[in-house]
């Protein structure tokens, strides 16, 4: 004990100058084995959603990138895939397009609640058009029931029935409003949503990983998250598809109105316009000078939607 | 105006346009109209139809209104009569504003249009037509001429769109557009937009009984 600077304790074995743990080490083996081994367990367990989600996807589908970094092959490759996932998964043939936004277009929808009578037609059209799940019966529109005077959203009603329009009633239909600074696009921590250059806000539903902040961000209620495999008969599935519209969506991803963008992008008019018995829908080119959209946001009364939010919607109601 | 050029149509356009079609006829409000290909733009001098675009198609009427008979013939066919079959031979009676009066023909009609009389719009010398405010004489096919005298507003609102349902393209260098009528939607006897029973309801999270499954409770 006169070498007072020397850690190691003095070994009786002479040369031994190792660590005393380790010179028991049985104790120390049996130790990390248990571990290890542990840790091996936690490991698999923990990867185990993922083997089975490599079950029911391929490989190819694992490794697609995001929307905007497919080339024109790559996007052609994936379209094919996902049309033979179509044919095998819900027997049916689908062409599934990738529409691009029309240059020098802005779409602008607008609803006459002077005319809208609550009948829901516009739901139900959404529904076929888009290839939503039947069982829940999903629309990416939901029509308010709302006490005449006010236009706050809460205090509406989605569950009416029976003869509409009531008389202390008017009826708001409220769906995507394509918002200019959406905040649905701020929040997604992937980037699997963004606004085109036509304005309507789309979904990489391939890349979305269904954490629903979109949805929780949305002051219009307007997404939608896919709770379970769509499930559509074969013969009421819509062929007309496009990847970033209403071709048949995985489970678990979040999902909104595209203002049909699978017809409004090669020039036709959105379904929900199409079915509206009263007229009351009216959609168009912003941009354009002579357009309906511009006539109204002219010469009607105007309102928009929470626009003290900030959100600015591309989306007006008005009135006769 | 931007005229965007596109490199023809996909074939599945095809099978689409048919299915379209369809629903038009399906979605079409309860009226014996027959749609008949005439464009807007020939009625409007102030909108001649520019080339390489596709024409506003406003739905009319085919004709004047044709009454079935309720009776049948010995052979049991029915028949349909034109108004100037008896409206021909009978003198009109310019005063009458309401179907009670009548005692013979037309007494199951509803009337709720303001305080207008029959002869108002029906034409006391010709029959088979209407006529405007001014006495002249306007075919049952341009009966939109007709109800834009008083609804000069909605009138100028269908111009633009804003008014009446459509059907077909919003571009119209890429498709023509096909619009409703005025009485495609509006009868004109009781020309207040009918009453409609909701169908369609989605099922999602808004909805009472939904409550039920809640994983909270």
Redesign the interface.
């Known amino acids: 004990m006169t070498t007072t600077n020397d850690p190691s304790p003095a070994g009786d074995g002479g040369g031994d100058r190792s660590l005393p743990v380790i010179a028991n080490p049985s104790r120390r083996t049996a130790v990390k084995g248990a571990f290890a081994t542990l840790g091996a367990a936690a490991f698999v367990a923990a990867v185990s959603p993922l083997r089975q989600a490599a079950q029911r996807s391929s490989a190819a589908e694992f490794m697609q990138s995001h929307y905007k970094r497919l080339t024109d092959e790559d996007k052609r490759q994936v379209i094919a895939r996902l049309e033979a996932e179509a044919k095998e998964n819900h027997g049916v043939e689908v062409e599934i397009a990738d529409d691009r936004p029309i240059p020098n277009t802005k779409f602008v929808y607008a609803i006459n609640l002077s005319v809208c009578n609550g009948n829901g037609k516009c739901v139900e059209a959404c529904h076929k058009e888009n290839n939503h799940d039947r069982s829940t019966g999903q629309s990416y529109i939901r029509v308010l029931e709302m006490p005449k005077g006010t236009m706050d959203m809460e205090q509406g009603n989605t569950t009416y029935s029976g003869v509409v329009p009531k008389d202390d009633k008017f009826y708001l239909p409220v769906q995507c409003q394509q918002c200019d600074e959406p905040p649905c696009v701020d929040v997604c921590p992937v980037k699997a949503t963004w606004k085109e250059e036509d304005g309507i806000v789309v979904v990489d539903y391939n890349w979305c990983i269904g954490c629903r902040y979109c949805e929780a961000a949305c002051p219009y209620h307007a997404r939608r998250f896919n709770w379970k495999q769509a499930e559509v008969p074969a013969e009421e599935i819509n062929p007309d598809q496009s990847y970033l519209s209403n071709r048949i969506r995985p489970v678990g991803v979040v999902e909104k109105c595209t203002y049909c963008l699978h017809r409004t992008r090669r020039g036709k008019l959105p379904a929900c316009l199409e079915a509206c018995p009263t007229g009351a829908r009216v959609f168009g080119n912003i941009l354009d000078p002579d357009s309906n959209i511009r006539w109204i946001l002219e010469n009607k009364r105007v309102y928009i939607l929470k626009e003290e939010l900030g959100t600015k919607p591309a989306f007006f109601y008005y009135f006769d | 105006?931007?005229v965007?050029c596109?490199d023809g149509t996909?074939p599945?356009?095809n099978q689409?346009r048919e299915r379209?079609v369809l629903?038009?006829s399906i979605?079409t409000?309860p009226s014996p109209i027959v749609a008949q290909a005439i464009s807007e733009t020939e009625r409007k001098s102030s909108a001649p139809s520019e080339p390489g675009r596709h024409a506003v198609v406003v739905r009319r009427p085919d004709g004047p209104p044709l009454i079935e008979l309720a009776a049948t013939d010995p052979q049991g066919r029915s028949g349909q009569v034109a108004c100037s079959t008896c409206h021909s031979v009978r003198p009109p009676n310019l005063a009458n504003r309401s179907s009670d009066s009548l005692d013979e023909f037309h007494q199951g009609l509803t009337f709720n249009h303001g305080t207008l009389a029959c002869y108002a719009c029906h034409n006391p010398e010709q029959s088979d037509a209407l006529r405007l405010a001014d006495g002249s004489v306007v075919e049952y096919r341009d009966v939109m001429t007709l109800c834009s005298q008083c609804h000069a507003?909605q009138a100028t609102?269908f111009r633009?769109?804003?008014?009446?349902?459509?059907?077909?393209?919003?571009?119209l260098?890429?498709?023509p557009?096909t619009k409703?009528n005025c009485i495609d939607?509006h009868d004109p006897h009781e020309p207040s937009?009918p009453?409609?029973?909701?169908?369609?309801?989605?099922?999602?999270r808004?909805?009472?009984d939904e409550t039920k499954h809640d994983d909270h409770k």
Not at chain 2, 160 to 171: I, L, S, V
Not at chain 2, 196 to 203: A, D, E, L, Q, S
């Open positions: 105006m931007v965007v596109w996909p599945r356009d689409r379209d629903a038009q979605s409000v507003a609102a633009h769109g804003a008014h009446g349902g459509m059907n077909g393209h919003w571009d260098s890429r498709g557009q409703n939607c937009y009453k409609m029973i909701v169908g369609f309801k989605p099922r999602d808004f909805l009472k």
